[in-house]
């Protein structure tokens, strides 16, 4: 049973708009939310976090947003750049467990 | 990634022989991962440890063992490979549980 979904497998968005990725999870104990960005060849590097205690964390262009009632997570770029092309993963924990991973989206901004 | 290394980069091997994936990590931290990586199923955890000779499995483990007999070190053992496990493995490297964890640069198998 997938707990964290990222129901998007792909997104193109132009260059210096903004980039809004999405991911829905099912477990309410989750209380820590990751976001992962991951280049071809290479492993995830992380993001941008965010605990349920916040609805809002923001990292320069990047912004998350954890909606707790609705079980959906955000992660906003603004202005998007063609190195922001890559595939983001959420991830989400409960307490100290470990992470569970979505599926991925694959992010491509076009110049 | 500085820090974490895994070995090999690539590795092609056939169904029914033995094959063992090393990540090497310098940063002493206490937790370790196991993840692939499939289109369509994202990462999944196939085993982790929490400190030397401690470890547990993850949602795929079946088909995989693990061992860290050092704190820098963490084996994937595939101990007959099948090419349901071709994918792209990843080790992970993290300072609890909770926090976030820095990943290597992965080990592309296929298993023929």
């Known amino acids: 049973d997938q707990q964290v979904k990222q129901n998007s497998p792909s997104l193109s968005v132009q260059e210096g708009r903004i980039s809004i990725l999405n991911c829905d999870y099912t477990n309410s104990m989750f209380d820590y939310f990751l976001w992962y960005k991951k280049y071809p060849a290479e492993g995830p590097t992380f993001l941008i976090s965010i605990s349920s205690i916040k609805d809002k964390n923001e990292d320069g262009r990047f912004t998350v947003f954890l909606n707790k009632s609705a079980k959906h997570l955000s992660l906003h770029i603004v202005p998007s750049q063609p190195g922001d092309s890559a595939v983001y993963f959420c991830a989400a924990s409960e307490g100290n467990e470990k992470l569970t991973f979505g599926t991925g989206t694959r992010l491509t901004i076009i110049p | 990634d500085a820090g974490i290394t895994q070995s090999p980069r690539h590795k092609v091997t056939e169904t029914g022989t033995p094959v063992t994936l090393r990540c090497h990590q310098t940063?002493?931290?206490?937790?370790m991962y196991w993840y692939r990586q499939d289109p369509g199923h994202g990462l999944r955890l196939i085993h982790y440890?929490?400190?030397?000779?401690?470890?547990d499995k993850g949602e795929v483990s079946d088909g995989y063992s693990v061992s860290r007999s050092k704190t820098e070190d963490f084996l994937l053992t595939l101990e007959s490979a099948t090419s349901s496990q071709t994918s792209v493995y990843f080790c992970?490297?993290?300072?609890?549980?909770?926090?976030?964890?820095?990943f290597g640069s992965g080990t592309r198998l296929t298993v023929v």
């Open positions: 440890s929490y400190g030397v000779k401690d470890t």
């Open positions: 940063e002493n931290h206490r937790y």
């Open positions: 992970a490297i993290s300072e609890s549980n909770r926090a976030y964890a820095t």
